[in-house]
């Protein structure tokens, strides 16, 4: 399960990735617009990569239980 602190991480780095993107558009600053983009991507990116870890072991479980329950048969 993913922690509430990589939650709030991921989070922030989606935020702060918008705003700056925003405020890069805004001031016609492509490279503040490009940074934004870029963090705002790795915060996705870590929340998918989170999902995938969690439905691993969600399967892993999965798989241990169903061998008890033979094991136990």
């Given at each position: 399960m993913?922690?509430?602190k990589d939650k709030f991480?991921?989070?922030k780095d989606k935020v702060?990735?918008?705003a700056k993107e925003v405020g890069g558009k805004v001031t016609d600053d492509?490279?503040?617009e490009a940074e934004g983009k870029t963090q705002n991507t790795l915060g996705k990116a870590?929340?998918?990569?989170n999902d995938a870890k969690d439905a691993a072991k969600g399967a892993v479980k999965s798989i241990k239980k169903k061998?008890?329950?033979k094991e136990d048969d």
């Amino acid at each position: 399960m993913v922690s509430s602190k990589d939650k709030f991480e991921n989070t922030k780095d989606k935020v702060s990735g918008k705003a700056k993107e925003v405020g890069g558009k805004v001031t016609d600053d492509k490279k503040l617009e490009a940074e934004g983009k870029t963090q705002n991507t790795l915060g996705k990116a870590k929340d998918a990569l989170n999902d995938a870890k969690d439905a691993a072991k969600g399967a892993v479980k999965s798989i241990k239980k169903k061998l008890n329950k033979k094991e136990d048969d």
